[in-house]
């Protein structure tokens, strides 16, 4: 306590000297309240120079380095929870924008699986109705190859229709000309009846034979006809259902194909609907990416910031902590150099300057004393010698005790000159020595200075690290905001574009659920379509199959029957010939016959003039008569 005192002692000394201390250092360059704690100083060596207690004094000196101590570490420890505070404001608002970043990412991720998923189940759509447009389409193709196979077919049944007509073109146009040529030859018969020729009987008898046969080749050949008229009326009659068929066949293609245009041109809207919503989903994903790639790339430069900011306020602890047992370090190394070089060199001089300064001190105060006394003995001897000549034995007694104590105290303060004397020459060689020790102290300061310095250029430059740093953040966090906006006008963006994927997605499905109900319906037309057709097609083979039965056994019935006729043609012809004979025969024997007639006839023409003349010249005379 006393080499503490001691150490204050000196350094106000040296305060009152003209030089700053180690500590009033600090507290200049630490503190703002370094001035009241010199005032302090300055009044308690004020106090000590007016000679209050040296105990007042050292209370008051102990209180004054407690409260400059104190309050440098208060200060400290201000400054390092202040900056401590800050490191940890800094850090607890980057893990919140990570933290918000996080979610924003993952609320992103949601967003991107559900827009997929959407996606998807679009495209699983399109798929179905693509393999719905694919199989309706090769149902029309179906329809159309059995469309063109039953147009060949009709056209194959037109071709042997047309055929069939035509050969009953033939055979009618030979039954009329054998109708005619019998009619003709009942014309010659009649008239050969009418001329009742001499042959008529053998005539008749041929005639009446070919007429026969001649009958029942056309009651024959009715019947046929009537059949082959009935076969026609029946086949046209297919014919016209065949057209019906076909035209509604083609109507219905015709329906189908408008249905697969409005189909395909539906398909295509959709596509042309959904292709913005493709882009926009690309778009997005590019976006997700660049969004993802400047996540991670801020994630990184947060980390290294992170990472920076953690080296730094480790590099600062490390400094602060370096610095600060640099300063404990250089506390201690100079107490103790103070201590050892005071205790190695001058302890006993600082004691005994110390208690020369104490005996100045009192010498002072006993020179005042002894002042005092020689002038109070000095009044009282004069007193004594005028006022007092008759005073008792005993008080001159006291006076000269008082005075041989006066003499003592002279000789002992003659003692302690010499000694004072010696003292001061102990203290003038302390002094020297205390001067190298304070030029050395003065050298610790102005080394400190300089270590001071260098730590309050690394702490400025700490400092705008730490700016740089707070920009930097501040920058981040900017970032994190256009981000944030980015993301949520992207969601808003994403809200929109669901909802409209949704009425979209909604007015598919009612499009679909129609389609669903026609493509139904016309399944099921075209089913039953089918089972028609197939049921017309089984009845149409059978029919054409009975018609070509038919109409090999009437071309085989008509190549006999041709073959029959050709025979008894020939045999008309024959007998034809042999009436044109006879016939010629006849009308040589009928136009002499005529001519033996004319000659009757103009004879009995003459015959009747001549009776007509022979009456007129009769009746005259009977009327006369």
């Known amino acids: 306590m006393e080499k503490l005192l001691e150490r204050n002692f000196f350094e106000l000394k040296h305060v009152e000297d003209g030089g700053d201390s180690t500590s009033c250092a600090k507290q200049q360059e630490q503190m703002p309240n370094s001035k009241l704690h010199d005032q302090e100083a300055t009044e308690a060596v004020k106090k000590l120079d007016e000679g209050q207690p040296w105990s007042d004094l050292e209370e008051q000196l102990q209180q004054a380095f407690q409260e400059k101590h104190e309050h440098s570490q208060e200060q400290q420890k201000k400054d390092q929870k202040q900056l401590e505070g800050e490191l940890q404001r800094l850090k607890d608002q980057l893990d919140g924008k990570q933290r918000e970043f996080e979610k924003m990412t993952k609320r992103y ?44 077919d009709i056209k194959q049944l037109k071709t042997k229709i047309l055929t069939m007509e035509h050969a009953n073109e033939m055979l009618m146009t030979h039954f009329e000309a054998a109708r005619l040529e019998l009619s003709s030859i009942n014309d010659l018969l009649l008239l050969n009846e009418n001329q009742q020729l001499p042959d008529r009987h053998l005539s008749q008898q041929v005639m009446q034979r070919s007429l026969e046969s001649l009958q029942a080749m056309t009651e024959y050949f009715e ?20 057209k019906e068929d076909k035209s509604r066949l083609a109507q219905r293609l015709a329906n189908m194909q408008k249905e697969l245009a409005l189909k395909a041109s539906n398909y295509a809207t959709l596509e042309e609907q959904i292709q913005p919503l493709i882009d926009e989903r690309d778009a997005l994903r590019e976006q997700l990416q660049k969004s993802d790639k400047s996540r991670k790339r801020v994630q990184l430069e947060l980390q290294r910031e992170q990472e920076n900011s953690e080296r730094l306020i480790e590099r600062l602890h490390r400094e602060n902590h370096r610095l600060e047992l640099e300063l404990q370090s250089l506390q201690r190394s100079g107490t103790e150099k103070e201590e050892a070089e005071v ?66 105290m002279a000789e002992q303060e003659n003692i302690f000159h010499a000694q004072l004397q010696q003292a001061e020459e102990k203290y003038q060689r302390l002094q020297s020595g205390y001067e190298e020790v304070c030029g050395e102290i003065v050298q610790l300061k102005q080394t400190i200075v300089r270590d001071r310095e260098k730590i309050a250029k690394v702490v400025c430059a700490k400092n705008s690290e730490l700016n740089a740093l707070m920009s930097k953040c501040r920058s981040r966090e900017q970032c994190i905001d256009e981000l944030k906006r980015g993301f949520d006008e992207a969601y808003t963006n994403i809200g929109s574009e669901r909802q409209s994927m949704k009425r979209v997605m909604a007015q598919w499905e009612a499009s679909m659920v129609d389609i669903k109900q026609v493509e139904k319906h016309w399944q099921q037309q075209m089913s039953a379509m089918q089972r028609r057709h197939d049921q017309a097609m089984d009845t149409m083979n059978q029919r054409y199959q009975n018609a070509i039965q038919k109409a090999n056994n009437c071309k085989l019935y008509a190549e006999d029957k041709a073959t029959e006729y050709q025979a008894s043609l020939a045999e008309m012809k024959a007998t034809m010939d042999s009436l044109n004979e006879r016939y010629q025969t006849a009308m040589q024997t009928a136009n002499n016959y005529k001519l033996f007639s004319d000659d009757k006839a103009t004879e009995y023409q003459a015959s009747l003039g001549k009776m007509k003349a022979t009456m007129k010249h009769r009746q005259p005379r009977e009327q006369r008569q």
Request: proline residues 2%; glycine residues 2%.
């Open 343 to 408: 205790s190695a060199n001058c302890s006993n001089c600082v004691e005994k300057l110390n208690e020369i300064r104490k005996l100045q001190k009192i010498n002072k105060r006993q020179r005042k004393l002894l002042k005092e006394f020689k002038g109070k003995a000095e009044q009282l001897k004069a007193y004594t010698q005028a006022k007092c000549p008759t005073q008792s034995a005993q008080q001159c007694s006291e006076q000269l005790e008082q005075q041989k104590y006066c003499e003592r």
């Open 109 to 152: 991720n949601a967003l991107e699986s559900a827009f997929e998923a959407t996606l998807l189940k679009k495209n699983a759509r399109i798929c179905e109705l693509k393999g719905s447009l694919d199989l309706a389409q090769d149902r029309c193709d179906e329809v159309e190859q059995e469309n063109e196979r039953e147009l060949e």
């Open 223 to 242: 019947p046929l006809q009537q059949q082959l008229l009935e076969e026609r009326n029946k086949e046209l009659g297919k014919l016209t259902v065949l």
